[in-house]
């Protein structure tokens, strides 16, 4: 009993961290990029925070790290952190970040149709289907028909670099859950961040960040956010995202792509003087209940098992 009590309360911290935290990183990116360049700026936050996590656990565990460990991790990070962060980083300097939010909330639903195509042992059912399709109406309800558009056309190439984004991050996903991986889940993390980090800042260079990055003109709110995001953003909300795919459904997991945009809203309103509006409060209702049909147990036994996992989760590697 106090173990599976442990483990839910594990898990439900982790969900907290992943809604909490990543919503609140909407606003931190959008002040760190306001004097450092976005893809130097994301590159930096992981490959931090990955290089501390990584110093910090090798000192107590001296596990063998193979090549295979380290191209797994450059792999996935390459997916989620370059591909997918880096996609959407790059593709909202051409498209509206409403529609961007939209495109981004499709993940759930790749992930749950490439699962499906790959045959894993955790199949989508009607419920889980049905859960997405409504979040993805709340989020539209979120963004308004208006600022989906922005009122201009809208750029294709934007959008499908978030499509690529979206898929990408979805493959990463996916892959870290059977790729060989070191036995410390946090050690593992650590690497995918130092990887993908390191991918990101090579970008970086790559597009001439380097020629508009000027130390000395970055302000306290843009180093300020960058801390926060290194610190909070990547070290515990990438560290409990990567954990949450070893012990929960893909389906569960990605119910934060559809409450990080209220999140966000509301720390817009709390932090920036952003406006807090009826359709907010309706569309936060509307994606809650989305959440709460994807994460439900299937019968009231289902009840005595720890809180958004699976029925046969896959332990930790």
Do not use: C
Not at 34 to 51: D, K, Q, T, Y
Not at 185 to 194: D, E, H, K, P, R
Not at 224 to 242: D, N, R
Not at 249 to 267: D, E, G, L
């Amino acid at each position: 009993m106090d173990h599976w009590l442990s483990h839910r309360m594990k898990i439900i911290i982790a969900f907290l961290a992943l809604y909490l935290i990543w919503g609140s990183t909407y606003l931190a990116i959008r002040w760190g990029v306001e004097s450092i360049p976005p893809f130097f700026m994301a590159g930096s936050r992981h490959l931090v925070a990955g290089l501390f996590l990584f110093f910090i656990i090798r000192k107590r565990d001296k596990s063998e790290i193979t090549k295979i460990h380290w191209r797994s991790a450059f792999i996935i990070g390459g997916l989620l952190l370059l591909g997918g962060n880096g996609g959407v980083t790059w593709a909202e300097q051409h498209v509206p970040s409403g529609l961007a939010a939209l495109l981004v909330a499709t993940v759930p639903l790749w992930i749950m149709i490439l699962s499906w195509l790959q045959k894993e042992n955790v199949r989508p059912g009607i419920r889980e289907f049905i859960g997405i399709i409504l979040g993805l109406f709340g989020l539209a309800i979120l963004v308004g028909p208006e600022e989906l558009a922005g009122g201009e056309r809208i750029d294709p190439i934007g959008a499908i670099a978030l499509l690529i984004a979206s898929l990408a991050w979805s493959f990463g996903s996916l892959y870290s859950r059977k790729a060989p991986v070191p036995s410390s889940a946090f050690l593992n993390t650590s690497m995918q961040m130092i990887g993908g980090g390191v991918l990101l800042i090579i970008l970086g260079f790559v597009t001439g960040e380097s020629g508009r990055l000027n130390v000395s003109e970055i302000t306290a709110r843009s180093f300020f956010s960058l801390v926060y995001l290194a610190a909070f953003g990547s070290l515990i909300g990438f560290s409990a995202y990567i954990w949450l795919l070893k012990v929960s459904t893909p389906a569960k997991v990605t119910t934060y792509a559809y409450v990080n945009p209220v999140v966000a809203v509301i720390f817009g309103w709390l932090l920036a003087g952003e406006e807090l509006s009826m359709r907010t409060i309706l569309a936060s209702v509307v994606i809650i209940g989305s959440v709460v049909i994807i994460t439900l147990p299937k019968n009231l036994n289902g009840w005595r098992k720890p809180f958004f996992v699976s029925k046969t989760p896959i332990e930790p590697t």
